[in-house]
Protein backbone atom coordinates (compact mmCIF):
# COMPACT_ATOMS: atom_id res chain seq x y z
CA UNK A 1 0.00 0.00 0.00
CA UNK A 2 0.95 3.39 -0.92
CA UNK A 3 2.05 5.72 1.83
CA UNK A 4 -0.29 8.87 2.10
CA UNK A 5 1.12 11.70 0.09
CA UNK A 6 0.69 15.26 1.92
CA UNK A 7 -1.47 18.50 0.24
CA UNK A 8 -0.31 21.06 -0.26
CA UNK A 9 -2.28 22.80 2.76
CA UNK A 10 -3.56 26.49 3.10
CA UNK A 11 -6.17 27.74 5.23
CA UNK A 12 -9.84 26.32 5.18
CA UNK A 13 -11.95 27.66 8.29
CA UNK A 14 -8.91 26.41 10.30
CA UNK A 15 -5.62 27.51 9.64
CA UNK A 16 -3.32 24.41 7.91
CA UNK A 17 -6.04 22.31 7.22
CA UNK A 18 -7.29 20.88 3.97
CA UNK A 19 -9.42 21.68 1.55
CA UNK A 20 -12.21 19.00 1.08
CA UNK A 21 -11.90 19.45 -2.03
CA UNK A 22 -8.21 17.89 -1.84
CA UNK A 23 -9.32 15.80 0.76
CA UNK A 24 -12.07 13.76 -1.29
CA UNK A 25 -9.89 13.52 -3.83
CA UNK A 26 -6.87 11.87 -1.62
CA UNK A 27 -9.82 9.63 -0.57
CA UNK A 28 -10.50 8.41 -4.22
CA UNK A 29 -7.28 8.38 -5.36
CA UNK A 30 -6.42 5.82 -2.17
CA UNK A 31 -9.73 4.28 -2.47
CA UNK A 32 -8.61 3.11 -5.70
CA UNK A 33 -5.03 1.90 -4.71
CA UNK A 34 -6.29 0.25 -1.63
CA UNK A 35 -8.45 -1.96 -4.36
CA UNK A 36 -11.16 -1.64 -2.12
CA UNK A 37 -13.41 -2.37 -5.14
CA UNK A 38 -12.77 -5.88 -4.54
CA UNK A 39 -13.35 -5.82 -0.82
CA UNK A 40 -16.88 -4.74 -1.36
CA UNK A 41 -17.37 -7.14 -3.93
CA UNK A 42 -16.64 -9.86 -1.68
CA UNK A 43 -18.92 -8.08 1.07
CA UNK A 44 -22.05 -8.03 -1.15
CA UNK A 45 -21.12 -12.06 -2.04
CA UNK A 46 -21.10 -12.78 1.96
CA UNK A 47 -23.66 -10.37 2.83
CA UNK A 48 -26.00 -11.84 -0.19
CA UNK A 49 -25.32 -15.47 1.44
CA UNK A 50 -26.48 -13.96 5.19
CA UNK A 51 -29.48 -12.10 4.01
CA UNK A 52 -31.94 -14.30 3.01
CA UNK A 53 -31.36 -16.79 6.26
CA UNK A 54 -31.43 -13.63 8.56
CA UNK A 55 -34.73 -12.40 7.04
CA UNK A 56 -36.11 -16.26 8.03
CA UNK A 57 -34.98 -15.68 10.99
CA UNK A 58 -36.90 -11.97 11.35
CA UNK A 59 -39.56 -14.34 9.92
CA UNK A 60 -39.43 -16.53 12.67
CA UNK A 61 -39.49 -14.27 15.30
CA UNK A 62 -42.48 -12.01 13.42
CA UNK A 63 -44.31 -15.24 13.78
CA UNK A 64 -43.91 -15.05 17.90
CA UNK A 65 -43.62 -11.24 18.42
CA UNK A 66 -45.33 -8.45 16.70
CA UNK A 67 -42.07 -6.27 16.67
CA UNK A 68 -40.42 -9.10 14.72
CA UNK A 69 -42.63 -8.08 11.48
CA UNK A 70 -41.41 -4.54 11.93
CA UNK A 71 -38.27 -5.63 11.99
CA UNK A 72 -38.52 -7.90 8.68
CA UNK A 73 -40.09 -4.98 7.14
CA UNK A 74 -37.14 -2.30 7.99
CA UNK A 75 -35.15 -5.39 6.59
CA UNK A 76 -36.24 -5.74 3.51
CA UNK A 77 -37.05 -1.53 2.58
CA UNK A 78 -33.32 -1.33 2.64
CA UNK A 79 -33.37 -3.20 -0.66
CA UNK A 80 -34.51 -0.09 -3.22
CA UNK A 81 -36.29 -1.78 -6.21
CA UNK A 82 -36.43 -5.54 -4.47
CA UNK A 83 -38.72 -5.29 -1.87
CA UNK A 84 -41.78 -6.90 -3.33
CA UNK A 85 -39.39 -9.94 -4.75
CA UNK A 86 -38.23 -10.12 -1.01
CA UNK A 87 -41.13 -10.12 0.34
CA UNK A 88 -42.47 -12.85 -2.39
CA UNK A 89 -39.82 -14.93 -1.73
CA UNK A 90 -39.67 -14.53 2.47
CA UNK A 91 -43.57 -14.99 2.77
CA UNK A 92 -44.00 -18.54 0.87
CA UNK A 93 -41.56 -19.74 3.42
CA UNK A 94 -42.59 -21.55 6.88
CA UNK A 95 -38.85 -21.77 8.35
CA UNK A 96 -39.04 -25.28 10.95
CA UNK A 97 -36.88 -25.50 13.84
CA UNK A 98 -34.13 -27.26 11.80
CA UNK A 99 -34.39 -24.47 9.25
CA UNK A 100 -34.44 -21.91 11.81
CA UNK A 101 -31.26 -23.55 13.19
CA UNK A 102 -28.90 -23.53 9.46
CA UNK A 103 -30.13 -19.93 9.37
CA UNK A 104 -28.77 -19.11 12.30
CA UNK A 105 -25.12 -20.92 11.35
CA UNK A 106 -25.43 -19.35 8.10
CA UNK A 107 -25.80 -15.77 9.42
CA UNK A 108 -23.18 -16.32 11.88
CA UNK A 109 -20.80 -17.75 9.37
CA UNK A 110 -21.25 -15.24 6.49
CA UNK A 111 -22.05 -12.15 8.60
CA UNK A 112 -18.96 -12.63 9.93
CA UNK A 113 -17.36 -12.72 6.43
CA UNK A 114 -18.69 -9.73 5.41
CA UNK A 115 -17.26 -7.73 8.79
CA UNK A 116 -13.71 -9.85 8.61
CA UNK A 117 -13.61 -8.71 4.55
CA UNK A 118 -14.74 -4.85 6.14
CA UNK A 119 -11.55 -5.15 9.22
CA UNK A 120 -9.25 -5.95 6.33
CA UNK A 121 -10.12 -3.49 4.27
CA UNK A 122 -9.72 -0.95 7.17
CA UNK A 123 -7.12 -2.57 8.31
CA UNK A 124 -5.14 -2.29 4.60
CA UNK A 125 -6.55 1.66 4.67
CA UNK A 126 -4.86 2.23 8.44
CA UNK A 127 -1.55 0.42 7.06
CA UNK A 128 -1.89 -1.75 10.00
CA UNK A 129 -1.85 -5.78 10.53
CA UNK A 130 -5.43 -7.55 10.79
CA UNK A 131 -5.88 -8.98 14.98
CA UNK A 132 -5.21 -12.77 15.98
CA UNK A 133 -8.17 -15.11 14.23
CA UNK A 134 -10.01 -15.05 17.36
CA UNK A 135 -10.02 -11.75 18.68
CA UNK A 136 -10.82 -10.86 14.61
CA UNK A 137 -13.95 -13.52 15.14
CA UNK A 138 -15.08 -12.43 18.19
CA UNK A 139 -15.35 -8.55 17.38
CA UNK A 140 -17.15 -9.61 14.05
CA UNK A 141 -19.64 -11.52 15.95
CA UNK A 142 -19.63 -8.76 18.23
CA UNK A 143 -20.66 -6.27 15.08
CA UNK A 144 -23.49 -8.45 13.78
CA UNK A 145 -25.02 -8.23 17.03
CA UNK A 146 -24.87 -4.39 17.05
CA UNK A 147 -26.37 -4.43 13.65
CA UNK A 148 -29.17 -6.31 15.09
CA UNK A 149 -29.44 -3.97 18.09
CA UNK A 150 -29.61 -1.39 15.55
CA UNK A 151 -32.44 -2.58 13.73
CA UNK A 152 -33.72 -3.10 16.76
CA UNK A 153 -33.64 0.41 17.58
CA UNK A 154 -34.92 1.54 14.44
CA UNK A 155 -37.85 -0.47 14.82
CA UNK A 156 -38.71 0.90 18.24
CA UNK A 157 -38.21 4.66 17.32
CA UNK A 158 -40.44 4.33 13.89
CA UNK A 159 -43.35 2.40 16.19
CA UNK A 160 -42.91 5.36 18.79
CA UNK A 161 -43.10 8.05 15.97
CA UNK A 162 -46.20 6.04 14.22
CA UNK A 163 -47.87 6.26 17.47
CA UNK A 164 -47.64 9.97 17.56
CA UNK A 165 -48.56 10.51 13.93
CA UNK A 166 -51.62 8.72 14.50
CA UNK A 167 -52.33 10.93 17.56
CA UNK A 168 -51.69 13.76 15.99
CA UNK A 169 -54.25 12.57 13.46
CA UNK A 170 -56.85 11.98 15.84
CA UNK A 171 -57.25 15.44 17.28
CA UNK A 172 -60.08 17.30 17.21
CA UNK A 173 -60.84 20.64 15.21
CA UNK A 174 -60.86 22.83 18.41
CA UNK A 175 -57.43 21.00 19.91
CA UNK A 176 -56.12 21.85 16.53
CA UNK A 177 -57.37 25.68 17.15
CA UNK A 178 -55.47 25.36 20.26
CA UNK A 179 -52.36 24.44 18.59
CA UNK A 180 -52.15 26.48 15.44
CA UNK A 181 -48.47 24.66 15.12
CA UNK A 182 -50.08 21.58 14.38
CA UNK A 183 -52.12 22.90 11.17
CA UNK A 184 -48.87 23.10 9.54
CA UNK A 185 -47.68 19.56 10.62
CA UNK A 186 -48.46 17.65 7.51
CA UNK A 187 -47.46 14.49 6.01
CA UNK A 188 -44.07 15.84 4.67
CA UNK A 189 -42.94 16.65 8.40
CA UNK A 190 -43.65 13.20 9.30
CA UNK A 191 -41.55 11.49 5.96
CA UNK A 192 -38.59 14.20 7.28
CA UNK A 193 -38.97 12.91 10.59
CA UNK A 194 -38.60 9.03 9.28
CA UNK A 195 -35.67 10.18 6.78
CA UNK A 196 -33.55 11.54 9.86
CA UNK A 197 -33.83 8.67 11.73
CA UNK A 198 -32.97 6.19 8.90
CA UNK A 199 -29.90 8.66 8.62
CA UNK A 200 -29.10 8.06 12.09
CA UNK A 201 -29.42 4.47 12.12
CA UNK A 202 -26.85 4.22 8.67
CA UNK A 203 -24.58 7.15 10.40
CA UNK A 204 -24.38 5.33 13.80
CA UNK A 205 -23.23 2.28 12.43
CA UNK A 206 -21.02 3.74 10.15
CA UNK A 207 -19.77 5.84 13.53
CA UNK A 208 -19.35 1.91 15.12
CA UNK A 209 -17.52 0.26 12.33
CA UNK A 210 -15.20 3.47 11.56
CA UNK A 211 -14.10 3.24 15.63
CA UNK A 212 -13.83 -0.42 16.35
CA UNK A 213 -13.01 -2.26 12.85
CA UNK A 214 -9.86 -1.16 12.26
CA UNK A 215 -6.43 -1.68 14.53
CA UNK A 216 -5.81 1.50 14.61
CA UNK A 217 -6.02 4.24 16.96
CA UNK A 218 -9.63 5.80 15.62
CA UNK A 219 -11.73 7.98 17.65
CA UNK A 220 -15.51 8.92 17.42
CA UNK A 221 -13.80 12.19 16.31
CA UNK A 222 -11.97 10.74 13.29
CA UNK A 223 -15.05 8.31 12.38
CA UNK A 224 -17.91 10.99 12.16
CA UNK A 225 -16.96 12.97 9.77
CA UNK A 226 -16.57 10.17 7.22
CA UNK A 227 -20.01 8.02 8.34
CA UNK A 228 -21.57 11.57 8.09
CA UNK A 229 -20.73 11.49 4.39
CA UNK A 230 -21.24 8.27 3.59
CA UNK A 231 -24.53 8.67 5.52
CA UNK A 232 -25.99 10.98 2.92
CA UNK A 233 -24.17 9.43 -0.02
CA UNK A 234 -26.38 6.08 1.21
CA UNK A 235 -29.67 7.85 1.89
CA UNK A 236 -28.91 9.75 -1.59
CA UNK A 237 -27.83 6.20 -3.54
CA UNK A 238 -31.47 4.30 -2.20
CA UNK A 239 -33.40 6.93 -4.31
CA UNK A 240 -31.15 6.94 -7.43
CA UNK A 241 -30.99 3.57 -7.72
CA UNK A 242 -34.58 2.76 -6.98
CA UNK A 243 -35.13 5.74 -9.72
CA UNK A 244 -32.36 3.75 -12.07
CA UNK A 245 -34.57 0.66 -12.17
CA UNK A 246 -37.25 2.11 -14.03
CA UNK A 247 -35.14 2.40 -17.03
CA UNK A 248 -32.66 -0.37 -16.29
CA UNK A 249 -35.06 -3.77 -16.09
CA UNK A 250 -32.45 -6.84 -14.53
CA UNK A 251 -35.14 -8.92 -15.94
CA UNK A 252 -34.92 -8.54 -19.35
CA UNK A 253 -31.18 -9.33 -19.57
CA UNK A 254 -30.81 -11.72 -16.58
CA UNK A 255 -34.25 -13.32 -17.03
CA UNK A 256 -35.41 -15.16 -13.26
CA UNK A 257 -32.09 -13.90 -11.70
CA UNK A 258 -32.50 -10.34 -12.09
CA UNK A 259 -33.67 -9.66 -9.44
CA UNK A 260 -31.60 -11.10 -6.84
CA UNK A 261 -28.90 -9.61 -9.55
CA UNK A 262 -30.46 -5.96 -8.19
CA UNK A 263 -30.00 -7.64 -4.39
CA UNK A 264 -26.41 -8.32 -5.30
CA UNK A 265 -25.83 -4.55 -7.20
CA UNK A 266 -27.29 -2.63 -4.58
CA UNK A 267 -25.26 -4.79 -1.60
CA UNK A 268 -22.23 -3.77 -3.56
CA UNK A 269 -23.18 0.12 -4.07
CA UNK A 270 -23.43 -0.36 -0.69
CA UNK A 271 -20.39 -1.57 -0.13
CA UNK A 272 -18.68 0.85 -2.06
CA UNK A 273 -20.25 4.06 -0.25
CA UNK A 274 -19.30 2.38 3.47
CA UNK A 275 -15.50 1.60 2.35
CA UNK A 276 -15.30 5.04 0.79
CA UNK A 277 -16.48 6.85 4.10
CA UNK A 278 -13.27 4.47 6.26
CA UNK A 279 -11.01 6.15 3.48
CA UNK A 280 -12.10 9.48 4.03
CA UNK A 281 -12.16 9.04 7.71
CA UNK A 282 -8.39 7.80 7.43
CA UNK A 283 -7.47 10.46 5.06
CA UNK A 284 -9.21 13.29 7.90
CA UNK A 285 -7.09 11.64 10.50
CA UNK A 286 -3.74 12.12 8.86
CA UNK A 287 -5.24 15.86 7.77
CA UNK A 288 -6.77 16.72 11.16
CA UNK A 289 -4.95 15.48 13.87
CA UNK A 290 -5.71 15.37 17.40
Known amino acids: ?10 SFF ?5 PWAAMLSHALHQFHENDLFTSAAAMSYF ?3 ALFPALLLMLAISN ?18 SVRFLRETIGSSVPSPGVIITCVILVLWAGSWVFSVIERALNRIWGTTSRKFWHGRALTIGMIGVVGLLLSSSVLVTSILVGLREMAGRLSPRQVERYPLLLSVGSAFWQVIFAFVSYLVTVTLFVMVYRFMPRAAVTVRDALPGALLAGVLWEVAKYVF ?24 WSYVSSLILLFGAQLTAVFHREHPA
Open 47 to 49: GLM
Open 242 to 265: AWSLNYFHYDEIYGSVGAVVAVLT
Open 14 to 18: VRNRA
Open 64 to 81: QIAAGSQMLSHAIEVYPG
Open 1 to 10: MKRFSSFTRH
